[in-house]
C-alpha cells in the first residue's frame, strides 16, 4: 500500500476454492499474491498456470517446503517473478527469501535486510556448509517474546553470542543447512521420529520424493513401526510403490524408505492453506497372502519364513520383503531362518536382490523345483 498497490481482501469462501480463487486474480487483474506452496499447486491445476504462462506479475509461496516438481513449474514461467519467502510469525515478516528462477532446486534463500541467520548444533555452534543445523534468527524483525509466557520466551528467544551485547535470536525448530550460500530448508526439527532405532527426518524423505518427476507433493508420516508416504501424481500416471522406492533407494538409506505408499488425487488442506495432516487418509493395512499359492515346495517354505519374520499370517509368492515392511535389521534374521530352513548359508546380497519369495526361488534352486504337495 506504501508503494501505491490496492490491497484485497479475500473472503474465506474465495480462499479455500482454488477456482474462486484463481477466477478473482483474473477478474481484478491481481498482481501479486503469496500462499502456501500447497494452495499455489491447487491454484496452479486450477488455470492459474497454463504452460509458462501466469497473470500474475509475482508470486510468493511460504509456510511449507516447496515440492521439487513446482519449483520447476515456477521457474519456468514467463513474464512472473516467482519467489519462496520464509517467516515465521516471531521474527515478522519474511526472514528469508530465495528468487526461485536464481536455482534449479527449492531453496529458502539468504536473509532480508537487517536480518541474520544462523544454523547452529545443539550446542550453538556454527555447522559446516552442507551439514543439516537448527536455524536461529536475530535481526531488527525479532519479536520480544510471547505474551505473559516468560518460560516459553525464555526457551525460544535465547542469548544471540554473535551479535552485539544483549542481542537476541529466536529458535526455529527447523532443520537447514547452508548449500552455495543459501539456506536449503530439510524439515521440522519436531518432525524426527525414530523408526526401528534409526532417527529419521520426515522433511527429507519427502523432499527425495518430491524429486521424483512423476511426483507433484509428497508427505511422509511415521505409522507404528514404518513410514507411510502419501503422494500425488504430477501426470495421468502414479508411479507404483515399487518405482517409487527404486528412485529413495538410489538417495536415502534402506531404514529410510516408505513401506506404503498411497496415492492421492491432492493433498488436504487446512483452511490456511497448508496440508493438514490430520486429515490424511489412514494407510491400508498391508496386504499380504493375497496373491497366488506357492507352486513349489521351496516357494512354500520361502513364503513361511518371510511371514514368520514379517509377523504377519502369511505371504504370497509375489510379495515383497521390504514392501511388506521389511528392513535391513530383518533380513539378517530372514536369512537365518531360510539357511536354517534349508541347511544351506544364504547370502543377505541375495535377500537384497531378490526380495520375493518367488524370485528367491528361482535364484536359490535354478529352477522351478518341485510340485507342492
Known amino acids: 500500500m506504501l508503494d501505491g498497490h490496492a490491497l484485497h481482501i479475500i473472503t474465506e469462501t474465495t480462499l479455500r476454492d482454488p477456482e474462486l480463487l484463481v477466477g478473482y486474480v483474473r477478474e481484478h487483474a491481481l498482481d501479486f499474491i503469496e500462499v502456501s506452496p500447497s494452495l499455489a499447486v491447487a491454484l496452479a491445476d486450477a488455470g492459474l498456470v497454463d504452460g509458462a504462462d501466469c497473470p500474475l506479475l509475482a508470486l510468493g509461496v511460504g509456510g511449507e517446503a516447496v515440492p521439487a516438481a513446482f519449483w520447476r513449474t515456477l521457474g519456468a514461467l514467463r513474464g512472473t517473478d516467482c519467489y519462496n519467502l520464509y517467516g515465521p510469525t516471531e521474527t515478522t515478516v519474511d526472514a528469508l527469501a530465495a528468487r526461485v528462477a536464481d536455482s534449479d532446486t527449492p531453496l529458502v534463500g539468504v536473509p532480508t535486510a537487517n536480518t541474520a541467520?544462523?544454523?547452529?548444533?545443539?550446542r550453538l555452534r556454527p555447522v559446516p556448509p552442507g551439514a543439516p543445523g537448527e536455524l536461529y534468527l536475530g535481526g531488527a524483525g525479532l519479536a520480544r517474546g510471547y505474551l505473559r509466557r516468560p518460560a516459553l520466551s525464555a526457551e525460544r528467544f535465547v542469548a544471540d553470542p554473535f551479535g552485539p551485547p544483549g542481542a537476541r535470536m529466536y529458535r526455529t525448530g527447523d532443520l537447514v543447512r547452508w548449500v552455495d550460500g543459501r539456506i536449503d530448508f530439510l524439515g521440522r526439527v519436531d518432525e524426527q521420529v525414530k523408526v526401528r532405532g534409526f532417527r529419521i527426518e520426515l522433511g527429507e524423505v519427502a523432499a527425495a520424493l518430491a524429486a521424483h518427476p512423476g511426483?507433484?507433493?509428497?508427505?511422509?508420516?511415521?505409522d507404528r513401526d514404518r513410514l507411510v508416504a502419501y503422494v500425488v501424481a504430477a501426470g495421468e500416471r502414479t508411479p507404483t510403490g515399487a518405482e517409487l522406492r527404486a528412485h529413495l533407494a538410489d538417495r536415502l538409506p534402506d531404514y529410510m524408505l516408505p513401506a506404503v505408499y498411497v496415492p492421492l488425487p491432492s493433498l488436504p488442506l487446512?483452511?490456511?492453506?497448508?496440508?493438514d495432516r490430520a486429515a490424511l487418509p489412514a494407510p491400508d493395512p498391508v496386504s499380504t497372502g493375497a496373491g497366488r499359492e506357492p507352486r513349489t515346495v521351496l516357494e512354500k517354505v520361502l513364503c513361511a519364513a518371510f511371514a514368520d519374520t514379517l509377523g504377519v499370517d502369511s505371504v504370497s509368492p509375489d510379495d515383497d520383503f521390504f514392501a511388506l515392511g521389511g528392513h535391513s535389521l530383518l533380513v539378517v534374521g530372514l536369512r537365518g531362518r531360510i539357511s536354517a530352513e534349508l541347511d544351506r548359508p544364504v547370502p543377505v546380497a541375495a535377500l537384497f536382490a531378490h526380495p520375493t519369495p518367488a524370485l528367491l526361488a528361482d535364484h536359490l534352486a535354478g529352477t522351478e523345483g518341485r510340485t507342492a504337495p
Open 117 to 122: 541467520a544462523y544454523v547452529l548444533d545443539a
Open 215 to 222: 511426483i507433484a507433493q509428497a508427505v511422509v508420516t511415521a
Open 270 to 275: 487446512t483452511p490456511h492453506g497448508k496440508v
